[in-house]
């Protein structure tokens, strides 16, 4: 092998690592493969040049460290070479509509990566190629990015981050010029323009030229005024919210949000919230929590329930460390904390957020027929039931926010009013100006909320049971279990998909009858009469729905980013049923046959969720 190393004895590995040390200018991740290829630490090597990451429709994300697998300064270089060359198939007018690159806290010391580091990589390989860009100076939230590509009409946007991940992980995420992020066939693209151009153009690492070009700008400061004064137009009761006496508590849980929701409060004339202190400043190490996800719940709340119930505080608003997510937990009379589910937010915001459009209405705001709430399809139908009774559009889209943000632009281009979108997993657009999720936004329209329910003497839980029983209860139980072995993984989605003989889907489970199944792998619907799906499919994912007669839906599905086989159950009960009781052992029997015959745990060696 060239550089003076022995062979690994394995040539395209050999090849491999040649190429990434005759590329890789960062000395410790050089410095790391070398060691390993000294040592002969052939299962490291494998790791980090097996494969290369894929570049999918959520970017990257992956460990950060040497070699192709990882995030580090050559694939961020790589990844932004093909991404500019592609940017510059698509726009004739890149250089002057611009590109944006936010960046959260994150930071891996061994190998010399952290998330700014990374941000000036990419601006530097485009300011390479003479593209303006505009690079925030400091840490924002992911929603500022595609904040950024709306509000100044830019080509894209890329924000480094890797949300509520592991600390060791980072990411790259990809905006196109509509606000949203990318969908086919902009991924496949994007990933053959990398492979095009894997070595680093001549200025693509002189991150000190790029920081001093005149192609190179900072919004923060105009683009943070900018959003703050833009959510203003989602705040309804603003001498409410100075009068009140509601105590809240935040936590941004080592990561960005602090003083971006304080500021999102102040432009809603709201009290500040009290700030978890151990938590409010960025912190890589995330030292207070197992798992920087506020959507684990109770274990990441901890120290926001000592601080409330030393304050007097009855709602707690937690945002994950990018602070595009919310999670909420509200005291209950029995002086318990209820940490409220990503469905039931749903079902809370998306009801506030139509009383406020009704609001609106009486000062002759768009008509009812042109207005849309989206949801994802493993999500609560809470905004089903509404719709149908109040007389709004609702859609639902495949899992995801690059789902709900596209479908969200193009309504908007009809010249539709798309009021709210949100997916289960803590995720919520309650802002046009974003079409992402948006935990900022979302933290001050709640703060507003609860102010508002406060001065009616009405607790959350109180108006999340008054919503169920007008519009009907929708109860739901979702989990996973965690599987590393992808062809287990494969073989149980054929199993489901050949159940009764060969191309034959189940017609019961445990019981319990199923009246409707989709396939969005295959494409295959039942319910249509062509028995073709309506929703996009996709052959790298899996994802099966079965409807059941009992106003069950179930969905199983992979996730893209975990080695996990999740599961989203929800039981639709028609107004007036509201034997609470009797609906969740149903739903429970349901989701203990749907384990017992589907996944079939002990078969496939699943490992279940970690309480």
Known sequence: MENGLESTGDSRLDQAVTQWLQYDKNP???????SMVKDRAMSELQKCFGARMEFGTA???????????????????????????????????????????????????????????????????LISRGVPVYLFSDITPTPYVPFTVSHLGLCAGVMVTASHNPKQDNGYKVYWANGAQIIPPHDKGIAAAIEQNLEPWPKSWDTD????????????????????????????????????????VHTSVHGVGHIFVQAAFKAFDLHPPYAV???????????????????????????SFALADKEGATVILANDPDADRLAIAEKQESGQ?????????????????FQCWKLQKREGKASIKDVYMLSSTVSSKILRAIAVKEGFHFEETLTGFKWMGNRARE?????????????????????PAVLDKDGVSAAAIAGEFVSYLASKNITLSHQLRSIYEEYGYHISKNSYFICDNQDTIKQMFECLRNYDGENSYPKECGGFAITAVRDLMTGYDSNQPDNKAILPTSKSSQMISFTFANGGVATIRTSGTEPKIKYYTELCAAPGNSDLNQLKTELDNLVDAIVEHFYQPDKNNLTPRPE
């Open 411 to 431: 309504l908007m281009d009809q010249g539709k009013t798309v009021l709210f979108a949100f997916e289960e997993a803590i995720g919520y657009m309650c802002s």
């Open 28 to 34: 410790k991740t050089a410095a790391a493969v070398r």
């Open 59 to 125: 970017g990257l994300r992956a460990t950060m460290g040497p070699g192709v697998s990882c995030m580090n300064d050559l694939t961020i270089i790589q990844t932004t070479q093909g991404f500019c060359a592609y940017l510059e198939q698509c726009f004739t007018d890149l250089k002057q509509r611009r590109v944006v690159i936010g960046f959260d806290a994150r930071a891996h010391p061994p190998s010399g990566g952290s998330s700014k580091r990374f941000a000036c990589l990419a601006a530097s390989v």
């Open 277 to 303: 202190e151990q938590q409010k400043d960025p912190d890589p190490e995330f030292p207070t929590v197992k798992y920087p996800n506020p959507e684990e719940g109770e274990g990441v709340l901890t120290l």
């Open 337 to 353: 904390w209820r940490v409220f589910s990503g469905n039931e937010l749903g079902a809370l915001l998306g009801w506030w957020i």
């Open 209 to 248: 030229g790029a920081l001093q070009s005149s192609l190179l700008n900072d919004p923060y400061q105009d683009i943070h005024r900018e959003y703050c004064k833009t959510i203003q137009q989602h705040c309804f009761h603003r001498e409410l919210n100075t009068n009140s006496e509601v105590k809240i």
